[in-house]
Nanobody, 130 residues
């Protein structure tokens, strides 16, 4: 079982930037699907972006594409989400999720679905003011 520890988040003005990090520990494999989800009050949890750790392929929600960027430090088992040009609608609780030994096909096909992931972090709050 994997453990996920998030850091970062906080408050920013619209147009600003924030960085989120997620460290994966526990049982580690080379090919894991890792993702960020977010949930605003009264709304469903939605996928923000995901990465397949074996080859670094990334996937983005269209609402963040071109503004948010995922990177991976395999040596440190750390996934980082750089969030730029933030908008008030980016506000919410951000959760790191992982499916270890996922395989690339499952990650590329199902990264957008919360049900794909077996391990979750506790979440970190992001608040963007206008």
């Amino acid at each position: 079982q994997a453990q996920l520890t998030e850091s970062g988040g906080g408050s920013a003005q619209a147009g600003g930037s924030l960085t989120l990090s997620c460290v994966l520990s526990g049982t580690i494999y080379r090919g894991n699907c890792m993702a960020w989800f977010r949930q605003a009050p009264g709304k469903e949890r939605e996928a923000v972006a995901a990465i397949y750790t074996f080859n670094g392929l990334t996937y983005y929600n269209t609402t963040v594409e071109g503004r948010f960027f995922l990177s991976l430090d395999n040596a440190e088992n750390t996934m980082t989400l750089q969030m730029n040009s933030l908008k008030p609608e980016d506000s919410g609780m951000y959760y790191c999720a992982a499916l270890v030994a996922s395989g690339g096909g499952r990650c590329s096909r199902w990264w957008w679905s919360a049900g794909t992931f077996s391990d979750w972090g506790r979440g970190t709050q992001v608040t963007v003011s206008s």
